[in-house]
């Protein structure tokens, strides 16, 4: 069975603190995505990568980073981690950058900033 | 600029009942299209997806869609829900030839026995 694996469920982090968010796929997609689910806004993109090494800004991008050392993990980075990026964050995977053989989403790592 | 609008935030149903969660879209350019279900506590699965050719869509779990590119919409339904068919709902767009899936707010359907 195929996935994406998000290394952790739940976390808790304080403000400031540096975070790492891993993401690993098994299905040799090319393309990897970082989105954040709140309330009321559905998902929002923060950066996607096309290839190893490549990064690409999504529509809010700012507070964080992400590294792609390997096809298969895309990590997404909070260099001083604040309290409204407490959010859902969802990592998916996908065989074309366009999108039309859909998604492949990881569970989700609820983080909460206090 | 693309953007998707689910029209209801919140579908309360009853089970065996029919149900429709409306989507609508904007686009200059042509678009694939998509729905997404989300059970409590996990990520988004696939249900079905609008890439060409017939306007009719059938996806998993018995849903269907259906893409009217003149109203720009892309309404999901289902003919008779079940308790399980709770969850969160979302439509999703992606432009042909684009690099990114702009979904919606989403719609929590309620299946109440």
């Known amino acids: 069975d195929v996935k994406v694996t998000q290394s952790s469920r739940y976390l808790v982090k304080r403000t400031g603190e540096k975070v790492f968010l891993e993401c690993v796929q098994d299905m040799d997609h090319e393309n990897m995505f970082w989105y954040r689910q709140d309330p009321g806004l559905g998902l929002r993109l923060i950066y996607f990568?096309?290839?190893?090494?490549?990064?690409e800004k999504g529509d809010i991008p700012e507070g964080y980073s992400v590294s792609r050392e390997k096809k298969e993990r895309f990590s997404l980075i909070l260099e001083s981690a604040s309290t409204n990026q407490t959010s859902m964050y969802l990592c998916?995977?996908?065989?074309?950058?366009?999108?039309?053989?859909?998604?492949?989403f990881g569970s989700g790592t609820r983080l909460t900033v206090v | 600029a693309q953007s998707v609008t689910q029209l209801d935030s919140q579908v309360p149903v009853f089970e065996e009942a029919p149900v429709e969660l409306r989507c609508n879209y904007s686009?200059?350019?042509?678009?694939?299209l998509f729905w997404y279900v989300q059970y409590p506590n996990q990520g988004l699965q696939l249900l079905l997806k609008y890439l060409s050719g017939s306007t009719l869509v059938k996806g998993i779990n018995g849903f269907e869609a259906e893409f009217n590119k003149s109203q720009t919409s892309f309404h999901l339904r289902k003919p008779s829900v079940h308790i399980s068919d709770t969850a969160e709902y979302f439509c999703a767009v992606s432009e042909t030839g684009g690099f990114k899936t702009i979904f919606g707010a989403g719609t929590r359907l309620f299946v109440k026995a």
């Open positions: 686009s200059s350019v042509s678009v694939y």
């Open positions: 990568s096309y290839d190893v090494k490549m990064k």
């Open positions: 998916a995977s996908s065989l074309q950058v366009e999108g039309n053989y859909g998604y492949t």
